[in-house]
Structure formats: structure tokens, C-alpha cells
């Protein structure tokens, strides 16, 4: 099935209203509260944090594809949460400068936009699998979800309020900027080098024109992302994106709690 959002004559947020229609009708939940993108290593999350209301295939909603990257699931959910809340797990990820998942969460009528990722750390004391609350970032991919003269203030993008919230969880979650590339490679050694002299401590291809266009859509954003590998050239060992699913799946479980953990005191 072809995309909606393929056509450039397309309104993006007509489409997330439309997308946001369907998922009230298919799920028989009017209205959400908090939605998830869960990234690798953060999918077991969906099963911890409430009671699953209904799983709807992506392909059944306007603008969303299925995921072509392994490890990338292609449904979203409708979790009931333990408060009574409605949480929305967005499983399937669709263009990498588009915020569609983001502007179809704010349609449903979501607050809390709780972004995870898989990513590269630069600090050489995150071991694979430590999460990292994203304080910033660099994005440094040349493009935005945004379109025409919309000049949207990006300070505390990743509110303040919701670092100090997961902070009560784990005390020991140490945070940092994350700096978004294009990809799908990852980076070179000097590139990486390069981002930490900009001020990066995390690299990643997904989390920052998400949270942008969770910000002008007026939601309130919560980054988390799973250093799963050090960045290239931090670490003596090439990456493979087999070790980096690994290294997720070994978190997994861990990560998945401090994640349900935190949504519950939302
Ligand atoms: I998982 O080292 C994961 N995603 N750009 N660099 C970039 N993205 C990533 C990396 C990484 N690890």
C-alpha cells in the first residue's frame, strides 16, 4: 500500500488526525494519554507497563509502514496503565525526518511523549546496555520534520520535569546530549571524535527530529536512549549491528522496568 505521506501536496497533520481516527476506532480508546517509541532494546517495556487493550497492525494506519530494520516492530498498542491512563506504544517507525508517529500520538489526544532509542555512548564509562536520559541535542542531520516559516523554540525540549521524575526511579541515570546523523551507517572515528568536541555523548540516527516535532506538536518529551555500544572508535571493536541487537537484548529486561518504573509515576 502506497503512503499518504509520499504525496509532497500531502498535509501531514491531517493524515495524524486521520491515523489518530483509526486508532481510536480500532482500539475503542477515544483518547490517549502518553505514547512510547520504543527503540532497540526497549520493546519489552510495552509488556511491563500496563494491560494490552488492543494491537493494531501498522500497515492499517494512514502514513505508517512497516519498519524495515530488524529488531523494529510494526504494530502500536494500546495499553491500559495501572493509573487508568491510556498509553500508546508506537512500534513502528516510519521515515527517518518525519515526526508522523509523534503527530499522530498529539491527534490522540497525548501529553507525554516518551522517546527511546538505541544509540552509540561517547563517555567511555557506559558500558554497553547503560540508559542514558537525553538532556539536549545536536541535530545534525541538515533536515527537520518542520515545514514554512514556523519557528518553534527548542529550550528544554526534553523537559526538565520528566528528567527529574525518572531520576526519582534510579538516582544513578546519568544523562547527556544526544547528537543525531542521517545514517543508516554509523560513524567514522573522527566523526565520532567531532561530536564530542561539539559537546555530544550520545549518537544516534532517530530521537532529535522526533522530539522536535513532538515539541511543536506541544508535548512534553522524555528522551531515553540504550547506549549499546560505544561510539566507533571509542572502543577498540568495530560495530555490527548484530552485537548492538546483543547488547539491547541483554538490557532488555533491565532497561524494560526502569522504563515501566518511570511511566508509572507519570
Ligand atoms: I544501537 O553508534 C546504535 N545506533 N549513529 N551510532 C549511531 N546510531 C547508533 C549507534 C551508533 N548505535
Redesign the pocket.
Known sequence: MSNPLDDPKADPFQIAQQAAKVIAVKSGIAQHDIALTL???WAKAADLIGETVSTIDASEIPGFTRSEVVGHVSTIRSILLPSGKHALVLGARTHYYEGHGVRTAAAAGVKTMILT?????IKTSWKPGTPVLISDHINFTSASPIEGANFVDLTDLYAPRLRDIARTVDSSLDEGVYM??R?PH??TPAE?QMAKAMGAHI???STALEAIAARQSGLEVLGLS?S?????GISDSP?SHKE?LE??KEAEPRISALLAAIVAKL
Open positions: 527503540g532497540s532494546g532509542n538505541g544509540a552509540g555512548g543525531q546523523f545514517g554509523y560513524e565520532v549518537v544516534g540516527m540504550l549499546t555500544n560505544l561510539a566507533a560495530l548492538v547488547a539491547g
